[in-house]
């Protein structure tokens, strides 16, 4: 049985991967980050289901979908995090959940403070700004040095839990979505955890691409969602809250369907997309008949790894992610040393190699540009980026 490291570089294998994705024509698409494909059989899965549900409307919804299925799809989702359902409840997407976290965390009092840090998502630093002004606490901003390392993560904290006594929440984001730097959420967590401070999780960018174990990582609350690194429908995530802190979040404004004892009344109020959801099983089924995310995330490492080696050996680029295996993931961010606006050189990557990225802003260093190849994407393309940034940084 080869590793999984082994196995990410089986071309063959992961070409016939690609094959059951459906693409448009095209530029070679490296901004995956924004959300997944689906595979063509959930693809076809969902359109099934949109017509079925539209055809049956509320009947199917109200005599199964709500009473059974909705909490069958729970249970698998719990299973695949290995936790309980009552862990666990639907949302729309990441934000969703991190936001009723973050407005319904119930154990703030007069004095204390709040923490985040430079690599969190801005809907969620925005969430933490707008929790610190509606309560009266203080927010605490911190950056990260440049560049960071396991320990300087975990340091950073540190400093910060010794400095500011009065911290009760923070905010901590697993993968950022600046340059795919992979937070060490368990040793970060038990470093809070001994200064009774509470971390909310954001987990978007992990699931489906980081193997980790939800129970040990030690966070009480997270937000996560399943169309980036899972490949299911857009519109779907959840929050998980450990069912021994549900009393230190209230039900959402709005709430009147669930007792205040379910964690489903902590989740946003709304129809959900219910073809979406009904495509999960798939989804869980073909996340797992791939190697889940210990080979998914492999592959998209191996990827990353093709075209960082080379990257770091050329003067012109700044490779902005650490290369320590616990801070990366197929996500990696660089910088065109002599151009001050990166934006012309995602122009330039687009006009001249037809590959596809994106500008990422707002850390304390200034922009970047994000590289997040995907399932669909080849050996072949890495390389063909490895000549685009020798050539345009020469
Ligand atoms: C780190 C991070 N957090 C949160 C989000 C928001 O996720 P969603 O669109 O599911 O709300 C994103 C989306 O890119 C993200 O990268």
């Known amino acids: 049985m080869p590793s999984n490291a082994e196995h990410a570089r089986d071309e063959h294998f992961w070409h016939a991967v690609a094959a059951r994705y459906d693409l448009e024509p095209g530029p070679i698409n490296l901004e995956n980050g924004y959300f997944g494909r689906m595979t063509r059989s959930v693809v076809a899965q969902y359109e099934r289901h949109i017509e079925f549900i539209n055809r049956s409307n509320s009947v199917h919804v109200r005599q199964r979908f709500e009473m059974i299925e909705s909490l ?63 309560r009266g606490v203080e927010l605490i901003e911190i950056s990260h040095p ?63 691409q980081i193997d980790f174990d939800l129970a040990a990582l030690g966070i009480p609350f997270a937000g996560f969602n399943l169309q980036k690194w899972m490949g299911a429908p857009l519109s779907l995530g959840f929050l998980y809250i450990d069912p021994k802190r549900l ?29 979406a959801w009904m495509t999960l099983p798939l989804v869980f ?24 080696s080379e990257a770091r050996r050329m003067p012109g680029i700044e490779v902005l992610t650490p290369d320590d295996p616990r801070l990366y993931c197929g996500i990696t961010s660089l910088r065109f040393r002599h151009e001050p606006e990166q934006q012309r050189m995602v122009e330039r990557l687009l006009t001249e190699y037809n590959l596809f990225t994106v500008t990422r802003d707002g850390t304390a260093h200034g922009n970047c540009i994000r590289v997040t190849p995907g399932l669909a994407n080849t050996a072949q393309d890495m390389k063909l980026l490895v000549r685009a940034l020798g050539e345009l940084s020469g």
Not at 289 to 302: I, M
Request: glycine fraction near 8%; include cysteine.
């Open 247 to 275: 009393a230190d979040i209230d039900p959402d404004m709005g709430e009147e369907r669930y007792p205040v004892s379910d964690i489903r009344a902590r989740a946003p109020y709304g129809t959900p997309n219910i073809p």
């Open 146 to 208: 440049c560049p960071v390392s396991f320990d300087s993560l975990v340091a950073t904290y540190q400093q910060a839990f010794e400095r500011y006594p009065r911290l009760k929440l923070m905010a901590l984001t697993y993968v950022t979505h600046r340059s795919g730097l992979v937070m060490p959420v368990q040793a970060i967590a038990a470093a809070a955890r001994e200064h009774g401070v509470d971390v909310i999780l954001d987990g978007a960018h992990a699931l489906g």
């Open 285 to 308: 089924e073909e996340h797992r008949a791939l190697g889940g995310s210990a080979a998914k995330g492999a592959r998209l490492n191996y990827l990353r790894d093709l075209w960082v």
């Open 72 to 134: 069958e799809i729970r249970a698998q989702l719990a299973d695949l995090l290995g936790t309980s359902a009552d862990a666990v409840a639907l949302t729309r997407c990441a934000s969703d959940g991190l936001h009723a976290l973050i407005r319904n965390y119930n154990a703030l009092r007069p004095g204390d403070q709040l923490l985040v840090s430079d690599q969190e998502y801005p809907s969620v630093l925005g969430a933490m700004r707008w929790l610190a002004r509606n």
